[in-house]
C-alpha cells in the first residue's frame, strides 16, 4: 500500500530554520513525482515546491525561492524540504504528495501540477512561525 508520511514540523521564531521530511513507502513504479503543499487557515491548499525522482529536477514558487531547498534520497525514498528565513506567513500544515510517472516523462514538469494531479497524500505536519 502506497503510504508517504510528514514529519519535522514545530514552533520557530522568525528567521529560523526547519527540515520536512517526506518518507515513502510502498511504491511499485520506477518514478514519480513528490510535491510539497501547504494550507493556512483560511486559504487554498497552495504547492509550492516539488522535485522528479529520476533526474532531481526542481520546482519552487516565487513565495518560497531562495529560501527554501528540497533534495531526494533515493536510497531512502524520502524527500527533505529545508526551510531557511521562515516568516510568520509561512504558518501552515505542510503536506507531501506523490504523482505516479510513466514513460511519456520528457514534457514533464512538476511545477504545472495542481492539487488534482497528485495521487497520494501525506497527513500533513504543521509549521507554526511566530514573530
Known amino acids: 500500500e502506497v503510504q508517504l508520511v510528514e514529519s519535522g514540523g514545530g514552533l520557530v521564531q522568525a528567521g529560523g530554520s526547519l527540515r520536512l521530511s517526506c518518507a515513502a513507502s510502498?511504491?511499485?513504479?520506477?518514478?514519480?513525482?513528490i510535491g510539497w503543499f501547504r494550507q493556512a487557515p483560511g486559504k487554498e491548499r497552495e504547492g509550492f515546491s516539488c522535485i522528479r525522482r529520476s533526474d532531481g529536477s526542481t520546482y519552487y514558487a516565487d513565495s518560497v525561492k531562495g529560501r527554501f531547498t528540497i533534495s531526494s534520497d533515493n536510497a531512502k525514498n524520502t524527500v527533505y524540504l529545508q526551510m531557511n528565513s521562515l516568516k510568520p506567513e509561512d504558518t501552515a500544515v505542510y503536506y507531501c504528495?506523490?504523482?505516479?510517472?510513466?514513460?511519456?516523462?520528457?514534457?514533464?514538469?512538476?511545477?504545472?501540477?495542481?492539487?488534482?494531479?497528485?495521487?497520494?497524500w501525506g497527513q500533513g505536519t504543521q509549521v507554526t512561525v511566530s514573530s
Open positions: 504528495a506523490a504523482d505516479p510517472l510513466g514513460p511519456y516523462y520528457s514534457d514533464y514538469d512538476c511545477g504545472l501540477n495542481t492539487v488534482y494531479d497528485y495521487d497520494y
Open positions: 510502498g511504491f511499485t513504479f520506477d518514478d514519480y513525482a
